[in-house]
């Protein structure tokens, strides 16, 4: 049985929660075996107003292409599905993405993405959840970074900042 993740962004006060059904779907996304392919989908929450958001739903999408260690996608069917969904109530908070290695870290390509989508539509005013799912099926393979959306007046560079996991006992303390 998965339970619910926590995360925190240092300096930052609001924190990011994986409800334990999401925690539980991404960790059987999780890539398995050499054939495995890297898989996307996209995260959504009902509230972005709390500072304690929740996301409450994650979704998979049909890649255009995908192989071990690369995945594309469809754009137009991203922006599709957020609409859908907006009208369900739940707002894009993010991405998901399959790394098939145990503690991913951001590939350049994915730096490009995370920026691409912090420039784009989010519904999110600090920039969109990135968050990387790797081969363990354990809470240590599910990581998150958030990528700050540009700030166009300072001309500056958003960037891509980890999230640390709050241990389960402590999350559930607080
Ligand atoms: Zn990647």
Redesign the pocket.
């Known amino acids: 049985m998965a339970t619910e993740l926590t995360y925190h962004l240092a300096g930052a006060s609001w924190s990011l929660v994986l409800e334990a059904s999401v925690v539980s779907f991404l960790m059987g996304q999780a890539q398995r075996g050499r054939t495995s392919r ?1 898989r996307i989908g996209q995260l959504y929450s009902r509230d972005l107003s709390s500072t304690r958001i929740v996301i409450d739903a994650a979704t998979q999408l049909e890649p255009l292409q995908s192989s071990y260690a690369r995945v594309t996608f469809d754009a137009q069917r991203m922006a599709a599905e957020r609409r859908t969904q907006f009208e369900r109530g739940l707002h894009f908070v993010g991405l998901w ?1 399959t ?1 098939p290695e145990p503690e991913p870290v ?2 350049e ?2 730096r490009r993405l995370a920026e691409d989508h912090a420039g784009a539509a989010s519904d999110m005013r600090a920039g969109i959840v990135f968050m ?1 799912v790797g081969n363990l099926r354990s809470s240590r393979s599910l990581r998150v970074w958030v990528q700050e959306s540009a700030s166009p007046s300072a001309r500056l560079e958003g960037r891509l900042l980890p999230m640390e996991q709050v241990p389960v006992e402590a999350a559930q303390r607080g």
Do not use: Q
Request: aromatic residues 0%; without cysteine.
């Open positions: 890297e993405h790394h951001p590939s390509l994915d990387i």
